[in-house]
């Protein structure tokens, strides 16, 4: 048997095996996915693509994390260049005097290099720097995949220097060296000095380099579907079914019964590819709030316990197994989840971990498994439509103490409607808020009003806890005075009835445009109509995660500060990185048992790090008492004052004093 | 063990109450209403015994008004059957003889024992287990909790004054007033309410018209009367707490 013959069926028998063993897990995935629930994830297929060519060729999210990003490029580019190589080298042996040319051998070469210094980096990253966001990954499956990688590329390396050996006794080609495989020539050189130039010696190095090479490519395909470095071929699909839609509406279309997750085939099938397609870099763990609070959740967590669990049985479960909504994953860590977002936003493979997170709620939920707090406070949105617990009448009280009166937006056509929700009617501290706002857009001359008693809450936190049968019925209780209601648009100080609103209600028809109150009062300002002197402060300002994240409005708020003369400073995490107070999906009401340290509170500690800055601004009612609650605890309010734009737009107007905090307050009197 | 727990619903006390103009009621017109707390209890109390031990758990209702809703949720958490008596009565009801269509009803229909709330905020007599246990002629005990079913007898606990416990055992049929449930009532999910409320039905069991009973009639319905001594301090905690630290400081109580 010749080299060639032998090479050959060596390939074919590799390639037939590596084939065999990554079509049974696929199998597997298959029939899993084919009973899941339907999503179109088809649609506007130009905006798809670019999205690939973005976070995929582009690697825009992955290049947040300069070294992982750098480092993870050039692995990733060696694969596409692999593909050549593989090309190549088989195209070798089974048709002699095959190439691939000298400008692509030689980029061949350039990008062994390159993963070599990737694979190097990687493992300083790993073994050295070790990012805490790895905790919890497989550490073993990570350094095999290295190995494999690196196993690859110095083979390609071997056989090509070996080539020159057994090009002319092997495979009767005349010597094709080619100087742009600057790296195999280079090795020929030393196996030269060597003496391993004769004919025995080149068959055996030929047969180890492309062994190493074609054979671990076969093996590397086989391990893919059972590792984490499945992403390698699910990435780009994954990316390319991210969700187009807004990302704030968490339910697409009314559920048939239910939105509970109870079993594989309640996820829709987008749902499983994103379970296979982690690669469980920890991203989504490094920016968590509950993770960082020392809860025990972990998005990544969640994504891996999911992925390990169907592995286990197939979706196949016995009766007797344990749920996935508090087996799979604790009931702790789901509780623990504020519905921020980050982790989805940081995914650089576009993994979507709150729908899952909401569907396994719901079915803690439909069990009764519900913190006694949040339940009462579905409770009190069933009874009072609020989650005070306080009778309807008194939604509007706030307006009493007004000079003017506030339209009935159900008896008389308004240009706004501004829906106030339950924080800004209710809360003793937000409210105080509330009839300021209601004069800055009188003194505006806007022709607004509200919808008084029949105000319900959005159901937006409803829905997050997994009750969508309550949201609905709020919903709908809202919807019905907004359809006899004749205005043009909703404004609202609240993202989160802004997110439901804008986001969850178009399920039911509702399609009026929705703005937040940073976005219209900045329009006015433009606008001329409500004049400001500036406001000499020095203040960051916090998105909240369901204005800038899941609203993409960062811009509006930032703007209206600038054109209030603030002098505006940023904190690490902001924008749509910013990190999330603590209050949403229902956290507010819960048990704050096992938090080591609020979110909040770590908020406030990194604006303090931030020289000179004596205001902390917010754009959204809970986050006014989040934020009080944090400053007070951790003993800074006398010197950082938390302050609802609000407050700084009536400074501006002229209508209140500028709010300071107590330690400046004081100096200013003295 | 087949269970029957009594349900009502009482004036939801979130919203402000206002007297009829005879004096002697509440005007109806502006209440919502709510499902009895006590009765949540009952109930839960009654589906952990079937969880644990099983039991058939019917919940029963006088069709005072809307109680569809109630019966529902009742099923929806997890009780096998609900019953509706219906007849010509509204919310105005005296316990008295809601208690007589009750155990004209619960004579005949099998049950081994009846669980109510203890009380309900609308008369806080506490007296419908009592009255049941004597019309039919069972052991009654109510301020019970810790209900547990041991070889076809029932066990349960009350708590007395001065930290002191009595643990009973009584023989079936027997009727109890509940006061807590061993665990908080559970939430059921609204679309599981609905659901149900397509998928099964209330049934319906003629119980005639009020049934006259000697009765207590209420003379005068009114608001507590200030007797003088208290002073309410208005304002917010920060004012509030001013005006305590001042009070103490005045009566020289502060250090
Ligand atoms: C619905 C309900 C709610 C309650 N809520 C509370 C609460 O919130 N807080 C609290 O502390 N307690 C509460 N209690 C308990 C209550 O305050 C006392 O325990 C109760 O009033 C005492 O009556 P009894 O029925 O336990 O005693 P019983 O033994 O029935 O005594 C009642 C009365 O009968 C007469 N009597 C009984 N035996 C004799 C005898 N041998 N000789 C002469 N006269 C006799 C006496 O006049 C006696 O006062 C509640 C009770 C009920 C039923
Ligand atoms: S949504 Fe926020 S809190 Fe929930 S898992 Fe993701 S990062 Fe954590
Ligand atoms: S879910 Fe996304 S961000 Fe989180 S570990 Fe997996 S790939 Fe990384």
Not at chain 2, 12 to 39: I, K, N
Request: charged fraction near 20%; glycine fraction near 8%; charge should be negative.
């Amino acid at each position: 048997m010749t080299l060639r013959t032998m090479l050959m069926a060596a390939t074919i028998v590799v390639a037939l095996a590596s084939v065999g063993v990554f079509s049974v897990r696929g199998r597997a995935i298959w029939t899993v996915l084919r009973r899941t629930r339907p999503v179109v994830r088809w649609d506007r297929i130009g905006e798809r693509l670019l999205s690939v060519g973005t976070q995929v060729f582009g690697h825009r999210r992955m290049v947040r994390i300069p070294l992982s990003g750098i480092l993870h490029y050039f692995i990733f580019s060696g694969f596409v260049v692999l593909l050549l190589d593989i090309v190549g080298t088989i195209g070798q042996v089974f048709r002699p005097g095959f190439g691939i040319g000298p400008w692509l051998s030689l980029a061949v070469d350039v990008w062994v290099a390159l993963v070599l210094v990737g694979v190097l980096m990687a493992v300083y990253n790993r073994a050295v720097l070790r990012p805490a966001r790895f905790h919890g990954s497989d550490e073993r499956d990570a350094y095999m995949i290295l190995v494999l990688i690196a196993i690859i590329v110095v083979g390609i390396v071997v056989h090509e220097s070996f080539y020159p050996v057994v090009a002319a006794s092997f495979f009767h080609v005349a010597d094709p060296s080619l100087k742009s495989e600057f790296l195999g020539n280079g090795l020929y050189h030393v196996w030269q000095n060597l003496g391993w130039t004769t004919p025995t010696a080149g068959l055996v190095g030929y047969t180890v380099g492309y062994l190493m090479d074609i054979g671990v490519v076969f093996a590397f395909l086989a391990y893919l579907p059972y590792s984490k470095h499945f992403h390698i071929l699910l990435a780009v699909p994954n990316i390319f079914f991210r969700n187009l839609r807004p990302i704030g509406e968490l339910v697409e279309s009314p559920p048939d019964e239910t939105m509970a997750i109870r079993s594989f085939d309640d996820m829709r099938w987008k749902d499983v590819l994103d379970l296979f397609t982690c690669t469980e870099c920890g991203r989504c763990q490094d920016v968590c709030p509950a993770y960082a609070a020392g809860q025990p959740l972990s998005p990544k967590m969640v994504i891996l316990d999911l992925r390990d669990r169907l592995v286990s049985d197939w979706g196949r479960s016995e009766a007797d197994a344990p749920p996935l909504a508090g087996g799979a994953v604790s009931r702790e860590a789901l509780w623990a989840c504020t519905t921020c977002g980050a982790c989805q936003q940081a995914c650089p493979v576009f993994i979507e971990h709150v729908p899952k997170i909401a569907g396994l709620r719901a079915a803690l939920l439909e069990d009764g498994d519900v913190d006694p707090a949040a339940q009462k406070v579905l409770v009190a949105w069933e009874r009072q439509g609020n989650s005070f617990g306080q009778p309807a009448r008194k939604r509007p009280e706030w307006a009493k103490g007004l000079e003017f009166p506030i339209r009935d937006a159900r008896k008389e056509p308004v240009d706004w409607l501004w829906f106030v929700g339950d924080f800004a009617a209710l809360d003793p501290r937000a409210r105080e808020m509330t009839p300021v706002v209601g004069e800055l857009l009188h003194r505006a001359g806007v022709d607004f009003g509200i919808l008084y008693e029949a105000e319900v809450n959005s159901g937006n936190d409803a829905l997050r806890i997994g009750e969508y049968g309550l949201f609905e019925t709020l919903a709908q209780k809202n919807l019905k005075v907004l359809e006899k209601a004749t205005f043009q648009r909703v404004f609202t100080t609240d993202p989160h009835s802004l997110n439901a609103l804008k986001n969850e209600y178009r399920k039911f028809g509702f399609d009026k445009p929705v703005f937040h109150y940073t976005e219209a009062f900045l329009a006015l300002i433009q606008e001329g109509r409500l004049p400001v002197s500036p406001v000499p402060i020095r203040a960051t300002y916090h998105d909240p995660c369901y204005l800038g994240r899941w609203n993409h409005i960062t811009e509006a708020p930032r703007e209206l500060l600038r054109v209030l003369g603030v002098d505006l400073r940023e904190m690490p995490r902001h924008g749509e990185q910013s990190f999330c107070c603590g209050a949403g999906g229902g956290r507010i009401w819960m048990d704050e048992s096992g938090i080591v340290e609020r979110p909040a509170n770590q908020r406030i500690r990194e604006a303090l790090a931030l020289p000179g800055i004596t205001h902390f601004v917010v754009a959204c009612p809970k986050d006014v008492s989040m934020f009080h609650a944090a400053a007070t605890a951790l003993g800074v309010d006398d010197r950082l004052r938390v302050t609802d734009v609000t407050e700084l737009l009536a400074a501006a107007v002229g209508l209140r004093a500028t709010p300071l905090p107590a330690a400046m307050a004081m100096g200013a009197s003295e | 063990m087949r269970i029957a727990v009594l349900v009502k619903d009482v004036p939801d006390l979130v919203e402000e109450l206002e007297l009829d103009e005879s004096g002697r009621g509440l005007a109806v017109d502006d209440l919502s209403y709510v499902p009895s707390e006590w009765d949540d209890q009952a109930l839960e109390e009654a589906l952990l015994l079937k969880e644990a031990s099983g039991a058939h758990v019917s919940a029963v209702a006088l069709d005072t008004g809307d109680v569809d809703n109630m019966l529902y949720t009742a099923l929806a958490k997890g009780a096998d059957r609900a019953v509706k008596l219906v007849g010509d009565y509204d919310r105005t009801l005296p316990g008295r003889q809601r208690a007589r269509i009750l155990a004209d009803y619960l004579a005949g229909a099998g049950y081994d024992l009846v669980m109510t709330g203890v009380q309900a905020v609308d008369d806080l007599d506490g007296q419908i287990a009592g009255l049941l246990g004597g019309m039919l002629g069972w052991p009654h005990a109510s301020v019970v909790r810790d209900v547990a079913v041991d070889s076809g007898a029932v066990r349960f606990v009350q708590e007395y004054a001065g930290g002191r416990m009595a643990e009973f055992r009584s023989s079936t049929p027997l009727v109890l007033g509940v006061q807590a449930a061993k665990k908080p009532p559970r939430y059921v999910p609204i679309a599981r309410i609905r659901q149900v409320s397509r998928s099964a039905a209330l049934e319906e069991v003629e119980a005639g018209g009020s049934p006259s009973e000697s009765l207590a009639a209420i003379e005068r319905l009114y608001r507590p009367e200030a007797q003088g001594h208290a002073t309410m301090w208005d304002g917010d905690a920060e004012q509030v707490a001013a005006a305590l630290v001042a009070l103490l400081d005045e009566q020289h109580l502060r250090s």
